[in-house]
Structure formats: structure tokens, C-alpha cells
């Protein structure tokens, strides 16, 4: 069964933690939006769609992919992010916008995850950033957990 994680990471690469505790778990591959052809998704039997998350959504070119996607029945898939500020209310409104996407094109949103990362956007840069150290041992031992519930659907 093959595992891939479609990931965008660039700040302080809080979600390539996150996403390289799934690899390890999953014996997923990990490819960037930009390497991905749309097509070449079919090969797969469980993926995962995550950034950072920008202005209450994911990252542009993970919504772009997902506009190019074709067409599946049924397809496995699950969403994470690393945020500022998280809970299960603000992981939902910032999983939507990408969740509304795969589902319109026939993928099952199998779960979703999120947990903090360190922040220093905007103004957050002049106090030194928010969540500084995360995602810690606590977050990676739960995306370790979370990855272990995903292998039930691969």
C-alpha cells in the first residue's frame, strides 16, 4: 500500500515535523504541491494534504493542487496543519476551505489533524513569535499516534 504526503513547509518548518513523524509511520513519501502532477495521485492508497496555515486557510499552492485534481471515487485522504492559535473549532474553519475542495472531487476526509507551531507572522516577529519550541515532544508524540490511526485506512 503507498502512503504520500503532499506538504508545503517554509517558515520554520513546523509542519515538516509534524509530516516527517507521519513518513516515518505511514513508509509515506513526502513531495511538495509543485512536484506533484495531478494524475500520478491515482497511484496512491492513502494521502495527506498539509501546511501551515495562512490567514485561516492552507497554503495557496496546496489549495491550487487540489483544483487540479481529477476526478476519484472514494479515495482516502486526511488534512493537518500547524497554526498559531488551534482547537478542534479553529482546525475545522481551517481545514474547510481545502476539505470543501478534495470532497467536491469524490476524496474521503478520513481525519484531520492539527497542533501549534512557532509564529512570528506580522506583528508576532516584535515579541519574538508565539508557541516558540512547537510543535514539541507532546505534538509529535500525538501526530505519532495520529499516524498510527491512519494506517488503518491505507
Do not use: W
Not at 14 to 23: D, H, L, S, Y
Not at 125 to 132: A, E, I, P, S, V
Request: proline content about 3%; hydrophobic content about 35%.
Amino acid at each position: 500500500m503507498k502512503t504520500l504526503l503532499v506538504l508545503y513547509s517554509y517558515h520554520h518548518h513546523n509542519t515538516e515535523k509534524i509530516a516527517k513523524v507521519f513518513a516515518k509511520v505511514l513508509d509515506a513519501e513526502i513531495k511538495t504541491p509543485q512536484e506533484i502532477k495531478p494524475d500520478e495521485l491515482r497511484e496512491y492508497d492513502l494521502i495527506g494534504f498539509g501546511s501551515g496555515i495562512y490567514s485561516a486557510k492552507h497554503d495557496e499552492s496546496l489549495l491550487k493542487l487540489a483544483d487540479e485534481l481529477p476526478g476519484v471515487n472514494n479515495k482516502n485522504v486526511f488534512i493537518f496543519s500547524t497554526a498559531g492559535i488551534t482547537g478542534k473549532s479553529k482546525a475545522y474553519k481551517d481545514h474547510s476551505m481545502l476539505r470543501e475542495k478534495l470532497e467536491s472531487k469524490g476524496y474521503t476526509i478520513v481525519d484531520e489533524f492539527q497542533c501549534k507551531g512557532f509564529n512570528t507572522n506580522s506583528f508576532l516577529r516584535l515579541f519574538g513569535g508565539m508557541n516558540k519550541g512547537r510543535p514539541n515532544v507532546k505534538d509529535l508524540k500525538n501526530s505519532e499516534e495520529f499516524a498510527v490511526k491512519m494506517m488503518s485506512h491505507k
